[in-house]
């Protein structure tokens, strides 16, 4: 009797041992699993927020590269005209993932209109392992994820492994971690934006538009890979089966060119499907996009350039075909998803900053975290001393000195203020990593998702970041009387 009791609770020893260890593995592989968490372009999020949609609930998919992501806005066609929409990029998409994710959207929607964005038809097909991952490392296992994982791998068992446990595919990625992967969760990245991301940045750029829109030409230049070809085929053909409309979608970017857009202009007339390219001089007048304006960056646009876009995009969809307006609905995702996308482009759109002390209006608003530093001789009007306090200084600021405040959130994490040198590195609550440094040089202020550093000899550097999207609002540059720089 005492040796089955010793026996059993051996077992149970063994078993509860193998499941630690099954559970170590796995939080191991979560933490080496890449996030594709830049601010801007999140993978893994947009797949995360598809798979939550309510089971057949959008008339229109939209997929491609990272373009869609910033270029077609689902919660501006709901509002604008009531259509049920989800647009899913992945950074630099290859178009084997856009007949893959065709495929894994059938399994749970039945859109009657399909957008394929045809940017990666002009992509090397050697793409960067990190690309392919994008768009396979996905919450749902199914037949769709190991048919693209075959077809990705070649077959080999070996290298599919690493696709399916992370910690076989990651294990070599120990020495990149950082504490964004020691934080991730699943909620982390979630959002309603329905694949969309809110980006306020504007394109530094001189030149005009008239060297970027295209027309026809007898000079093409062709699609040269065949594989490309043969995906958007049996794109075509899924759709004719599903008994799906099948459109094919230029979004603007400054280097398209005549050749690019006659040979896919022709493509899509061989295949038989509608072609819209918004860089086509008679769609782009009518879109009225500014490079200066519309732009964040050469090939991306803005929040105020997708607004425009999609807004021709519905307009098209609505006169061409015939959806139930979704607006009309008692209870609709999409409503709730709008109300929440609405919510963030307020707190993530900045009001116009001319000096100092119009940040007061809205800095001390918990929403919102923030790194300063101050350096050299400042002169702080009361308001601009009012202001620091409702930003939560505690110290009494002196002019002369170099100063510091981070606060995420409600929080102040660091206020210093010294005669020589200040350096601080952490992360802001949103997780950006942030490294400030104060020196005999000027303020060098560096972060991770800035777009170029800012060094003075004196004023005031001010990076924001709403902890809502989290994304950086905006970074600010005072002159030693703290007007805008």
């Known amino acids: 009797m005492k040796t089955e009791i010793k026996n059993k609770n051996k077992i149970i020893s063994a078993l509860l041992s193998l499941?630690?260890?099954?559970?170590?593995?796995?939080?191991?592989?979560?933490?080496?699993?890449?996030?594709?968490?830049?601010?801007?372009?999140?993978?893994?999020?947009?797949?995360?927020?598809?798979?939550?949609?309510?089971?057949?609930?959008?008339?229109?998919?939209?997929?491609?590269?990272?373009?869609?992501?910033?270029?077609?806005?689902?919660?501006?066609?709901?509002?604008?005209?009531?259509?049920?929409?989800?647009?899913?990029?992945?950074?630099?998409?290859?178009?084997?993932?856009?007949?893959?994710?065709?495929?894994?959207?059938?399994?749970?929607?039945?859109?009657?209109?399909?957008?394929?964005?045809?940017?990666?038809?002009?992509y090397d097909d050697k793409n960067p392992v990190s690309h392919a991952r994008a768009f396979t490392d996905m919450k749902n296992t199914s037949k769709n994820k190991y048919q693209a994982l075959k077809e990705l791998t070649d077959g080999d068992t070996e290298e599919m492994l690493g696709y399916y446990w992370e910690i076989y595919g990651y294990h070599s990625r120990w020495n990149e971690l950082d504490k964004a992967d020691f934080t991730f969760t699943d909620n982390i990245y979630r959002d309603s934006h329905l694949g969309f991301s809110i980006i306020n940045?504007?394109?530094?750029?001189?030149?005009?538009?008239?060297?970027?829109?295209?027309?026809?030409?007898?000079?093409?230049?062709?699609?040269?890979?065949?594989?490309?070809?043969?995906?958007?085929?049996?794109?075509?053909?899924?759709?004719?089966?599903?008994?799906?409309?099948?459109?094919?979608?230029?979004?603007p970017r400054t280097d398209w060119t005549n050749e690019e857009y006659s040979a896919i202009k022709d493509l899509a007339d061989s295949m038989g499907v509608e072609y819209i390219d918004m860089n086509f001089a008679e769609n782009f007048d009518r879109l009225g996009l500014g490079y200066k304006s519309d732009f964040m960056d050469f090939k991306h646009l803005n929040l105020y350039g997708a607004r425009k876009v999609t807004s021709y995009l519905g307009k098209y969809l609505s006169e061409n075909f015939t959806f139930e307006d979704e607006r009309l609905k008692k209870r609709s995702y999409f409503k709730d998803a709008y109300e929440e996308y609405t919510e963030a482009v307020k707190t993530s759109t900045m009001p116009s900053i001319q000096k100092f002390s119009d940040l007061a209006e809205f800095i001390g608003d918990e929403k919102y975290s923030f790194t300063l530093s101050k350096k050299g001789n400042v002169e702080f009007s009361e308001k601009d001393l009012e202001t620091l306090l409702i930003m939560g200084a505690k110290k009494s600021i002196t002019e002369k000195k170099n100063y510091v405040l981070i606060r995420n959130g409600s929080k102040v994490k660091h206020e210093h203020q010294s005669n020589g040198s200040i350096a601080l590195r952490g992360f802001t609550l949103g997780g950006d990593y942030y490294r400030g440094i104060i020196d005999k040089d000027g303020i060098q202020a560096k972060f991770q998702d800035a777009s170029k550093n800012s060094k003075i000899a004196s004023g005031v550097v001010l990076s924001v970041y709403d902890n809502t999207t989290k994304l950086k609002v905006g970074t600010f540059v005072f002159d030693a009387v703290l007007n805008i720089v």
């Open 201 to 251: 940045t504007a394109y530094e750029n001189n030149n005009t538009r008239d060297n970027y829109v295209v027309s026809y030409t007898k000079e093409k230049k062709e699609v040269t890979e065949e594989v490309y070809l043969q995906y958007l085929s049996e794109m075509k053909e899924i759709c004719d089966q599903e008994g799906i409309t099948m459109i094919l979608l230029k979004t």
């Open 19 to 122: 499941v630690l260890v099954l559970i170590s593995i796995s939080a191991a592989g979560e933490v080496l699993q890449n996030k594709f968490s830049d601010k801007f372009f999140l993978d893994r999020q947009n797949i995360w927020n598809f798979y939550d949609l309510p089971k057949n609930s959008i008339d229109v998919f939209v997929t491609g590269s990272s373009q869609i992501i910033s270029g077609v806005s689902s919660p501006e066609l709901y509002n604008e005209y009531g259509i049920a929409a989800y647009a899913l990029g992945t950074c630099s998409q290859p178009v084997r993932a856009g007949r893959y994710w065709l495929s894994e959207m059938l399994r749970t929607q039945s859109p009657k209109v399909f957008v394929y964005e045809v940017s990666a038809l002009y």
